[in-house]
């Protein structure tokens, strides 16, 4: 009966995967009865996805799950090959670290090769698990916070030795390959430390601690080649402003920020710094509401010719806004440096971070990145993660898969409004009224009150044109 249920959990585990695949000395089975590490070290020897192939490009036809439809690296649409268009990153947070738990249930997802601790054999195992899911999904960017990747430890020099020793496996794992990370980011969240915010913290002794551990994670993303890194304020904010000095709060962020923009030339980081704005959650009102907020901000303190920002859609509806506007007022404005690609639902009013699969957000998205010329050195990472209910290693895969080739087909759709040139026609006539010496002067900041009251007698009461509303989205639609 034992060996029965033995087998009975063997092939569950096989369907799961796809296939069953036999080991071999150099592959095993990616769970821990095999025994597959070194006893010594702790290190998982073989494949961690033996059931999972490299993914291929097989075109709109295929019915392989595991197969791109829309995405095709090396096609070049719109005068640049597809995988430059995207520059495409794994977040290893929500890939690697996201256990399904929710505020009103445990965790669903323990993955083959986890053993249950936070141990640093953990964590050299887990990046190990990484790099062959990007090696094998044909990503070679990745994102992470510090402590996703590494231990916290009992003093600050523990923590940092951790992520020292995590980080050289990363930079060995990099060595002969294109991989290197999009991004990195200091987790000055999680921790109950953080618990007023870490830059807009009361605390002195926390303001110094974040301080200290944006340096370091600052150091080994540059050390690791990084060409970019993030901030998120996840807890830069307040939660009821009859205690808090708002004023003060938000000098001393952009103090720190600052202090960031100073050590990152002083260590020679050529990366872009990155904002990444969100209106609440887990605060009650976060400092870098949106985009406007965040440019706002950055004009104030003198800081716009540092930082971009890092959209992330999801956080962009929960601002009361649509991901394409809050694409095109960072755009505008010079600030769009990088978006985490994902998606809400409309139904539930949190961050639920899902893969982006609605075809038409997609195209919108797309139209933002190629007015912006691309997004280098910045990319789109999935700041995504699977649904609590999915729970087989290939989703894993499959989300990412249906992620890239949802805005694939974006991109395509793209190409084919430009093609056409409907829309932009629609869009140039709309305005073409401007498009006079009046209107040069009037965009010029030369059109005074008085020149235009003159024109204002002389023309009468004005034409007004209709917009053509249902006309954009008929083209618009029939893109898609």
């Known amino acids: 009966m034992k060996e029965a249920y033995r087998v009975f959990l063997l092939l569950s585990l096989c369907l799961s995967l796809s296939a069953c695949i036999a080991s071999s000395a150099n592959t095993c089975p990616a769970y821990l009865e095999t025994k597959c590490g070194d006893d010594t070290s702790g290190d998982w020897k073989g494949e961690f996805f033996p059931g999972i192939p490299k993914i291929k490009y097989e075109g709109p036809s295929s019915k392989n799950p595991l197969s791109y439809k829309w995405y095709n690296a090396e096609e070049v649409v719109l005068g640049k ?52 899911f990007m090696d094998k999904l044909g990503v070679n960017r990745w994102c992470f916070h510090d402590r996703d990747i590494a231990p916290d430890a009992k003093t600050l020099a523990e923590t940092n030795a951790n992520l020292d020793e995590v980080v050289e496996l990363a930079k060995e794992l990099q060595k002969g390959t294109d991989i290197i990370p999009l991004w990195g980011t200091a987790q000055l969240f999680m921790h109950p430390r953080y618990m007023h915010g870490g830059a807009t913290s009361s605390e002195l002794g926390v303001y110094a601690y974040a301080a200290a551990q944006v340096k370091k994670a600052m150091e080994v993303t540059h050390y690791l080649g990084g060409e970019n890194y993030v901030f998120w304020g996840g807890r830069e904010g307040y939660q009821t402003l009859l205690n808090t000095d708002m004023k003060r709060e938000l000098d001393h962020l952009a103090a720190f920020l600052q202090a960031a923009v100073d050590y990152k ?56 806004h649509s991901c394409h506007h809050e694409l095109e007022t960072a755009r505008i404005n010079g600030l769009l440096g990088n978006i985490d690609a994902n998606t809400g639902d409309p139904q539930i009013g949190w961050d639920t971070d899902q893969f982006l699969t609605d075809i038409s957000e997609a195209t919108l ?111 618009f639609q029939s893109a898609l």
């Open 265 to 320: 030339k002083k260590i020679g980081f050529n990366g872009i710094l990155l904002i990444e704005p969100k209106p609440q959650e887990p605060t009650k009102h976060q400092y870098d509401w949106d985009a406007a907020t965040s440019f706002a901000f950055l004009q104030k303190y003198g800081l716009t010719g540092e930082f971009k920002l890092n959209i992330e859609c999801n956080h962009a509806t929960l601002s009361g």
């Open 365 to 475: 998205v797309m139209l933002s990145v190629v007015r912006n010329g691309g997004l280098a050195p910045g990319g789109f990472n999935f700041d995504a993660k699977l649904r609590r209910e999915s729970t087989d290693v290939e989703d894993m895969f499959i989300a990412h898969i249906s992620g890239m080739d949802t805005l694939a087909r974006g991109l395509r759709n793209v190409a084919k409004l430009i093609e056409d040139g409907s829309l932009g026609e629609l869009v140039r006539k709309r305005y073409q009224s401007f498009d006079s010496e009046l209107g040069a002067l009037i965009e010029a900041g030369k059109g005074d009150f008085e020149t235009l009251e003159k024109k204002a007698m002389e023309w009468g009461e004005p034409t007004v044109s209709s917009a053509k509303q249902e006309l954009a989205e008929m083209i």
């Open 81 to 132: 090959k597809m995988k430059d268009w995207f520059r495409f990153s794994v977040a290893f947070w929500h890939t690697f670290r996201g256990t399904g738990a929710d505020p009103f249930g445990a965790p669903t997802k323990s993955w083959p090769w986890e053993d249950g601790t936070n141990s640093i054999a953990m964590a050299k195992r887990r990046m190990r698990a990484h790099f062959e």
